[in-house]
């Protein structure tokens, strides 16, 4: 019960009053805690440093590089990303494994640390009704609650009672997205090419394939995609020519995503579900 009464005293402090850097940074960590309890995380620490490595060369160039941003893989073929309030960043293993490239993930990661520089998490809260606030995150993050509807929202696909932006927060998550990976040097081009090859497997599977969970959190994905393509168009072929498309450890690091791929596959004939299952917080 000690978990769940810090909870609900910070919902209680969050919901009387504007969030500040150290409430907000002291809630995503409370909240990444249950996570990385809840969720299986990639223990391959190649894949691990890669990405941490890679988003922080990201989100260092951002108004909020003072934050201490940490980025963890979910060991799950599942594809989503999600961001906690503070600077926790996740990303599915499944996004790596479907990415040709290194502009594809950083498109991702971009995308979801823009989330956290714009605060959409701590805006939902302070926006909320401070009733409303407590039960909705006592109920997805702590499985207090046993409805249908409030059981806790954290699962293997990475959805998060944070991960549900508005349609306006996903546009803006895109937008600021696609200047941070430019900031940092890296073409923007690999959102495009990276959602459109989402985009065509989830139509491929008719919604219930392994990209649901994405369409689910991030909305409005046929139109953000002409979004992006009128952001590229703004800019000069010549400058887009001369970003970053991949670096020397993308390929090593997606090898050992797919090998965890074929290895989950196999478990999966075998009779175990453990890395299937929804797990609940």
Same mark, same amino acid.
């Given at each position: 019960?000690?978990?769940?009464?810090?909870?609900?005293?910070?919902?209680?402090?969050?919901?009387?009053?504007?969030?500040?850097?150290?409430?907000?940074?002291?809630?995503?960590?409370?909240?990444?805690?249950?996570?990385?309890?809840?969720?299986?995380?990639? @223990?391959?620490?190649?894949? !691990?440093?890669?990405? #941490?490595?890679? *988003?922080?060369?990201?989100?260092?160039?951002? %108004? &909020?590089? /003072?934050?201490?941003?940490?980025?963890?893989?979910?060991?799950?073929?599942?594809?989503?990303?999600?961001?906690?309030?503070?600077?926790?960043?996740?990303?599915?293993?499944?996004?790596?494994?479907?990415?040709?490239?290194?502009?594809?993930?950083?498109?991702?990661?971009?995308?979801?640390?823009?989330?956290?520089?714009?605060?959409?998490?701590?805006?939902?809260?302070?926006?909320?009704?401070?009733?409303?606030?407590?039960?909705?995150?006592?109920?997805?993050?702590?499985?207090?609650? @046993?409805?249908?509807?409030? !059981?806790?929202?954290? #699962?293997?696909? *990475?959805?998060?009672?944070?991960?549900?932006? %508005? &349609?306006? /927060?996903?546009?803006?998550?895109?937008?600021?997205?696609?200047?941070?990976?430019?900031?940092?040097?890296?073409?923007?081009?690999?959102?495009?090419?990276?959602?459109?090859?989402?985009?065509?497997?989830?139509?491929?599977?008719?919604?219930?394939?392994?990209?649901?969970?994405?369409?689910?959190?991030?909305?409005?994905?046929?139109?953000?995609?002409?979004?992006?393509?009128?952001?590229?168009?703004?800019?000069?072929?010549?400058?887009?020519?001369?970003?970053?498309?991949?670096?020397?450890?993308?390929?090593?690091?997606?090898?050992?995503?797919?090998?965890?791929?074929?290895?989950?596959?196999?478990?999966? %004939?075998?009779?175990?579900?453990?890395?299937?299952?929804?797990?609940?917080?």
């Amino acid at each position: 019960m000690r978990n769940i009464t810090v909870t609900i005293g910070t919902i209680a402090l969050l919901a009387g009053c504007g969030v500040s850097t150290q409430q907000e940074v002291q809630m995503g960590q409370e909240e990444a805690q249950q996570v990385n309890a809840q969720l299986p995380m990639v @223990q391959d620490a190649e894949i !691990q440093n890669y990405v #941490n490595a890679l *988003g922080n060369r990201i989100a260092h160039l951002t %108004s &909020r590089a /003072d934050l201490n941003w940490q980025f963890q893989v979910v060991n799950s073929d599942v594809v989503n990303a999600f961001a906690l309030p503070g600077g926790f960043i996740y990303i599915n293993r499944g996004v790596l494994s479907r990415a040709s490239n290194m502009s594809e993930v950083a498109g991702v990661l971009g995308h979801e640390i823009e989330h956290v520089v714009r605060r959409h998490s701590v805006k939902q809260m302070e926006n909320a009704q401070g009733a409303n606030v407590g039960v909705g995150i006592l109920c997805a993050l702590t499985g207090a609650c @046993q409805s249908g509807v409030a !059981q806790a929202a954290i #699962n293997i696909g *990475g959805t998060a009672v944070f991960a549900k932006f %508005s &349609r306006t /927060d996903e546009i803006q998550a895109d937008e600021g997205g696609f200047n941070n990976v430019m900031r940092a040097g890296i073409t923007p081009r690999g959102m495009l090419s990276l959602f459109q090859k989402l985009l065509a497997e989830e139509q491929q599977s008719g919604g219930s394939g392994a990209t649901a969970a994405w369409f689910a959190d991030h909305p409005g994905t046929t139109d953000r995609i002409a979004d992006i393509q009128r952001m590229l168009n703004q800019v000069p072929a010549s400058q887009l020519n001369s970003l970053q498309v991949n670096d020397a450890g993308f390929a090593s690091m997606r090898r050992d995503s797919r090998g965890l791929d074929q290895r989950q596959r196999f478990k999966g %004939s075998s009779g175990s579900s453990a890395h299937t299952k929804r797990h609940p917080v």
